[in-house]
């Protein structure tokens, strides 16, 4: 298929005017010259194929032809290159079959119009990842000047649309990823559905510690940790002998440990869930609470330094010694704490402490667990900037659908890019091939 057109641009300025080359940009742009060349490409394009079909125009003869002319009909639609109205024929298949169409567009034979949406892929799918960072209506907004953007609800229907695919898409992109470590979380969204006042959101990163690097391997919305974990454990997104980095959600950790999976407890909330704990039993005043967590998180980044320390030159003795100390000291902070009616705060060191030392415990094996879950903290900070703030309520399906987008391309861009270029399938643009010939009435073009 060949389709050629012939265009000729003239552009004055006054001779006593110095315009700015910004100034002669926007203009230029403002002229619509590539919405114009498009026009008349699918305009060409479908010429040719009428001809193709029903022959010359007003050749002898084409009365017996298939395929007879019949009008023409205009087609709207919007694309990054502007707004379009397309005139295009129409033809009939005189021989087609009663339960088949008889009347068809012979341009769609090599344009795809993206059924009857008026906003085609490039243009929506540009809306949809603004909608990842700005609200819906920012959105619509965002394109004035530059393009014309569908309305916040076209944005909206998209991406669910977009989300739900990309949803699907993911596990091939994660298959077979065989993550060292697991790294979970779950925060939570409001909700407008009548059934629940909020929505919990649960993401699932995946590390390979030798590379130090992370990818999203799921993200939910209201789902069941032990369905997610099975899930990734059939496509073999995580080794059978992963560590798994968390806060202290039980769900969590059962869903995701077994015999041959430890739990890394993240460090860094031992202090804020103990001084809770602390306050929540009541005995004892600030001033003793603030004692107490200091005395714990003192030793357990002592141990987490005396490993940084001691590994490198294989000094596991000195490492087996300060698990041995931490473990002592901690283990007799729960007991006083006990003694004295706290608990809560006793019974949180017991259950957690075996997590709060396995990633000493692995690098004595050889093997590095990270020892916080700061990358999935970071992953549900990007959550909260685009869905919790006040006046933000959601439907679950448009919440997961856009956390789906948001986190994908926070987490795994070439995972995002990949998708988008086989929604638009932009591999059909090495099928075609232009040649763009300019001359000008003076210099060199």
Not at 22 to 50: G, H, P
Not at 259 to 271: I, N
Not at 353 to 372: D, H, K, M, N, R
Request: overall charge negative; hydrophobic content about 35%.
């Amino acid at each position: 298929m060949h389709a050629e057109i012939n265009v000729r641009f003239e552009l004055s300025i006054d001779d006593n005017k110095t315009i700015p080359l910004a100034a002669l940009a926007e203009f230029v742009t403002d002229q619509n010259i590539e919405s114009a060349l498009l026009e008349e490409l699918v305009e060409s394009l479908d010429a040719s194929r009428v001809e193709a079909l029903c022959g010359e125009k007003y050749a002898h003869g084409n009365g017996d032809q298939r395929f007879q002319r019949r009008g023409t009909d205009p087609r709207t639609a919007v694309t990054t290159a502007g707004e379009h109205e397309f005139d295009l024929h129409y033809v009939e298949d005189t021989a087609a079959d009663h339960d088949e169409p008889s009347y068809l567009r012979p341009v769609e034979d090599v344009v795809d119009f993206d059924g009857q949406n008026r906003y085609q892929q490039d243009i929506a799918a540009k809306s949809v990842d603004l909608a990842t960072s700005l609200s819906y209506r920012d959105a619509a907004d965002h394109g004035d000047g530059f393009v014309s953007m569908p309305s916040p609800d076209t944005i909206n229907r998209r991406a669910k649309e977009y989300g739900s695919k990309l949803k699907q898409f993911l596990p091939d992109c994660v298959g077979g990823t065989d993550a060292d470590a697991v790294i979970a979380d779950g925060t939570k969204c409001h909700s407008q559905d009548e059934d629940r006042s909020y929505h919990s959101v649960q993401a699932t990163l995946g590390e390979d510690t030798a590379a130090d690097s992370r990818s999203l391997l799921d993200l939910s919305v209201n789902a069941d940790w032990n369905e997610t974990a099975a899930a990734l454990d059939d496509i073999d997104a995580v080794t059978d002998d992963a560590a798994v980095v968390s806060d202290a959600d039980g769900n969590i950790v059962t869903a995701f440990t077994d015999e041959s999976r430890e739990h890394q407890l993240d460090l860094v909330h031992v202090g804020r869930t103990l001084g809770y704990n602390l306050w929540d039993d009541g005995v004892f005043p600030l001033e003793r609470r603030t004692e107490i967590i200091t005395e714990v998180i003192d030793e357990v980044f002592h141990l987490k330094n005396s490993v940084a320390k001691h590994l490198p030159e294989e000094e596991f003795a000195a490492i087996r010694e300060r698990i041995a100390r931490t473990t002592k000291r901690i283990e007799k902070t729960a007991w006083q704490l006990s003694q004295y009616g706290s608990g809560k705060a006793a019974r949180y060191l017991r259950r957690w402490l075996p997590s709060i030392v396995t990633f000493a415990e692995q690098a004595l094996e050889g093997f590095e667990v990270p020892w916080t879950s700061n990358p999935v903290e970071r992953a549900m900070g990007e959550v909260s900037k685009r869905c919790k703030n006040q006046w933000m309520r959601w439907t679950e399906a448009g919440l997961e659908a856009l956390l789906q987008l948001r986190l994908v391309k926070y987490a795994n861009p070439d995972h995002y890019r990949t998708f988008f270029d086989e929604l638009l399938n932009r591999s059909t643009k090495t099928t075609m091939s232009c040649d763009l010939t300019v001359e000008a009435t003076r210099g060199k073009v």
